[in-house]
């Protein structure tokens, strides 16, 4: 029996202040959107699986909440992961996972979306299905659970979650999930049933259904290959994009209590040239495509209006690539500086140009100025292909210190394939000369925050085929950078070993991690991508229950032919590709900003329907002639 | 420049909202009215808005009071339409004046909070009163909040019960709420044994020195 949402909220109002910071429990902010239930023929609920406070202001659920609600057929409410204690509490109180809008029981919904962009939020996934009382394997839901959905980064290998999810998105939501919204109607109106539901998603360019594909493994645990249990079952799966961006959202939710990055967020371009090979997102989210310089100003005021937010970050995966940033900047802060207003602009090039645009932006709520380098020696930038001289990098921080800013912070990565101690050594004796050139300039004042992460190797990057740095390595390269990067105005952060562990098993999981995600959740794990939440032992535990060696996903060298779990998912850039640029990355040569010159990743000829439907400038890839000696082979597109 | 009063009421969505981001609430419905708040001087400027008197977590309230501080002059009746505009759910405008520049700070001029706690556990009439009615027949209720002990018996200025409707029986209070001398109403629904969470409780006035 499912509760109504009367009971929920009558159950809701004893607890709520049993709880540390209730707020996050009740919605009601500002630009919620509220439908009459019985008004609308779908209702979808959004989750992000973690804390309120990290989810709300997740851009791409912001997306989805507003493109859906704008629907007259549909709405959207949302749903967060409860904290320990208030997950204690409901369970006491039989209050079942609810939406923050209409406290609505997830169970009575028609379909669920999860959000996931990184692996660690696996464990809370399955948690929320348990709560919300929806069996948590796909095989045991019948039509009458809701759908479950998951869309985000960490889907490009959706495999280890395969058990769990009834389809994936693959790429870019805004306009699949109308897709999906659609072939559910139908199926709904026809009431059929779910294997019809599933067959009919899958030929939704996009989407991904797990239980229509069956991997073979060799006695090793390689992969063989995975086998379509359905004729028309697309293989490769292609992931979704769009030709152009669509207008940004500007109906930001307003917490009622403070959140992380409780702001306005303007994505001004997606993808990214510069083809760092340690990158996810840089691969799979190509090609580049930008949106005009007015449409940001605009998206900009009409939210500010919406909402009355004193912050703005532009997001992008490289700001200073963005060709119309010469223009953008100029005319943001002169729309917007004056009123009280800060702006952010991350990742930014390191050089004087980058110091010049932030200059622009400067105001007095400024905090400090992030650089990252990522790798501290020619040997190792020309191997992960971000080349940036020291010589570069110091004039560049003795401009930023001479233009008033005290603290700056970069950004590294120990673990890089074939790093070396002095690898890790240069990066503290780079750290040191920083702090020496703020010296100069403005004396004691000067502050440097060195963030140090730890490399994973990801699917779909040149690094597939690396194995993790052993834990004994990772622990001596942090205790090398601890003991070094010391005194005063210098602080050292980094990651803790063992969630960047869980981070690699996952990341580069088959199928039959499934089983380990779902022991280790029964275990007790969840909340894992928080430090202290974080249980290896029922992580290990979850292993040896699933008779799976966890350095088998870790510390394992790939061969070049070796099939991987995420073969057929296809993000556009080629296997093939991401193998010669590995072979480069071994060799040491740097590939070039592909913005320049093509460097054939694949996405060109995948896409290419796409870009003839959108000419002009939004897209960056450069125009390539075509050949003339062969015949043009036409793209698998429909 | 100009000082505008502004009395309204927090409702249910703001209900677990905290003083600081009560500020923050405000702030930003400000700027969403484009009314030219004035902000503080100085490197980390502020915009200039007092609350008289914060209310507990989980209070709702039918009458509260903020300051705003405006750079121009300019009338009520421009005021207002816009302000009510940009409200975010859970604010809702009661009365708006303009105040003297000069007058005291909004906080020293509160000297008592009445509250409604309408009880959601069941007790009889009857027993309520008589735990009242001891409550206040003690010269001295000492109590301990954040590791500190305090007397909570002169807070106390007015306490009993109130039939409600559906059945609901609730408590009515008259708390001191001077500077240093506040009292909480889940404290008194405390001191009479009765459980503060199992409460809806409501601030139905605030009580200023010229009052």
């Known amino acids: 029996m499912v509760l109504s949402s009367f009971e929920i909220k009558e159950r809701l109002e004893r607890i709520l202040l049993r709880v540390q910071k209730p707020g996050r429990y009740v919605g009601g902010e500002l630009n919620q959107v509220e439908k009459p239930w019985d008004s609308v023929y779908t209702h979808i609920g959004l989750i992000f699986p ?94 009458q659970h809701p759908l479950i959905i998951a869309g985000g980064h960490a889907c490009y290998n959706p495999e280890p979650m395969s058990a769990f999810i009834d389809a ?44 229509l594909y069956s991997p073979r493994y060799q006695p090793d645990g390689k992969m063989i290959g995975i086998d379509k249990l359905l004729d028309q079952a697309p293989y490769p799966i292609r992931k979704r994009i769009l030709g152009k961006l669509p ?40 090609p580049v495509r930008e949106r005009s310089t007015k449409e940001i100003v605009d998206a900009i005021q009409e939210s500010l209006d919406n909402t009355g937010f004193e912050e703005i970050a532009l997001l992008s995966l490289s700001s200073s690539d963005y060709s119309q940033i010469l223009e953008l900047i100029p005319e943001v802060s002169r729309r917007f500086a004056g009123q009280h207003v800060s702006i952010s602009l991350p990742s930014l090039r390191i050089d004087s140009f980058s110091v010049d645009l932030m200059e622009q932006l400067k105001n007095n709520r400024q905090g400090g100025f992030t650089l990252a380098p990522e790798a501290a020696t020619e040997r190792m930038r020309n191997i992960i292909n971000k080349p940036i001289s020291t010589q570069q990098l110091l004039e560049t921080v003795r401009a930023i210190y001479s233009r008033d800013w005290q603290t700056i912070k970069l950004y590294f990565m120990i673990g890089h394939p074939s790093e070396t101690l002095e690898d890790v050594y240069a990066i503290a004796d780079l750290c040191k000369a920083v702090i020496v050139e703020g010296r100069k300039v403005i004396g004691k004042r000067a502050n440097l925050h060195v963030g140090v992460s730890t490399f994973v190797p990801k699917p779909h990057t040149p690094f597939q085929w690396v194995a993790c740095d052993r834990m004994d390595q990772i622990k001596a390269k942090q205790q090398l950078l601890k003991k070094e990067l010391t005194g005063p105005g210098m602080k050292y952060n980094w990651t803790d070993p063992e969630e960047t562990l869980l981070e690699a098993w996952l990341s580069r999981g088959d199928r039959r991690m499934g089983e380990v995600i779902y022991r280790a959740w029964q275990l007790g794990a969840k909340f894992d991508a928080w430090q202290d939440q974080y249980h290896l032992s029922a992580w290990q535990e979850g292993f040896r229950m699933a008779g799976l060696d966890p350095d088998f996903y870790t510390y394992r060298q790939r061969f070049l032919d070796e099939i991987f779990p995420w073969d057929h998912i296809s993000p556009g850039v080629r296997k093939s590709y991401l193998a010669k640029e590995y072979q480069r990355s071994m060799a040491g040569t740097l590939q070039p900003d592909c913005r320049e010159q093509c460097c054939a990743c694949g996405v060109l000829p995948d896409y290419a329907a796409l870009r ?3 000419p002009g400038k939004g897209w960056k890839c450069p125009d390539v002639s075509p050949r003339r000696t062969q015949p043009r082979v036409l793209s698998p597109e429909s | 420049m100009e000082r505008l009063r502004i009395q309204y009421a927090k409702t249910e969505p703001l209900r677990y909202t905290g003083n600081l981001d009560m500020q923050k609430a405000w702030e930003r419905t400000l700027r969403r009215s484009h009314l030219p708040m004035a902000y503080s001087q100085g490197f980390h400027p502020q915009p200039r808005l007092v609350q008289a008197c914060p209310l507990p977590l989980g209070v709702i309230s039918v009458t509260e009071l903020v300051d705003v501080w405006l750079d121009e002059d300019i009338s009520l009746d421009i005021i207002e339409p816009a302000l009510i505009k940009a409200l975010p759910p859970g604010i809702e405008i009661i009365q708006l004046s303009l105040t003297g520049l000069q007058e005291a700070a909004l906080p020293t001029q509160v000297i008592a909070s009445d509250y409604l706690a309408i009880l959601l556990e069941s007790i009889s009439a009857c027993e309520l009163e008589n735990r009242i009615q001891r409550l206040l027949e003690m010269s001295q209720i000492p109590r301990e909040r954040h590791g500190k002990t305090y007397d909570l018996r002169p807070l106390v200025e007015q ?26 109403p889940e404290e008194v629904l405390a001191a009479l044994n009765l459980d503060p969470m199992a409460a809806r409780i409501q601030r139905t006035s605030l009580i200023l020195k010229n009052n």
């Open chain 2, 159 to 184: 306490l009993m019960s109130i039939p409600e409707k559906d059945g609901y029986i609730a408590v009515f209070m008259r708390l001191s709420a001077r500077e240093g001398a506040t009292g909480r």
């Open chain 1, 247 to 286: 207008p940004p959202p500007t109906h930001f939710l307003v917490p009622t209590i403070d959140v992380v990055q409780n702001r306005i967020s303007v994505e001004i371009m997606r993808g990214c040239t510069r083809g760092c090979r340690f990158c996810h997102a840089g691969m799979i989210t190509r």
């Open chain 1, 168 to 211: 994936f998105v693959i790429g870019e939501g805004e306009e699949v999930i109308h897709d999906i919204v659609d072939a559910y109607q139908i199926w709904k109106k026809m009431g059929s049933t779910r294997p019809e539901l599933l067959k009919s998603l899958s030929q939704i360019w996009g989407v991904y259904v797990p239980s």
């Open chain 1, 50 to 143: 973690d804390l309120y406070d990290l989810g709300l202001s997740n851009l791409g659920l912001t997306i989805l909440y507003e493109t859906l609600n704008n629907r007259a057929d549909v709405l959207a409410e949302r749903a967060y992961s409860p904290w320990l204690d208030m997950e204690e509490m409901m369970r006491q109180a039989e209050i079942p996972l609810y939406t923050l809008e209409s406290k609505h029981a997830l169970a009575d919904f028609d379909m669920i979306g999860f959000s996931l962009p990184y692996e660690t939020l696996y464990t809370n996934t399955l948690n929320l299905l348990d709560l919300a009382q929806i069996p948590i394997f796909s095989n045991q839901r019948s039509s």
């Open chain 1, 612 to 614: 003839r439907q959108y």
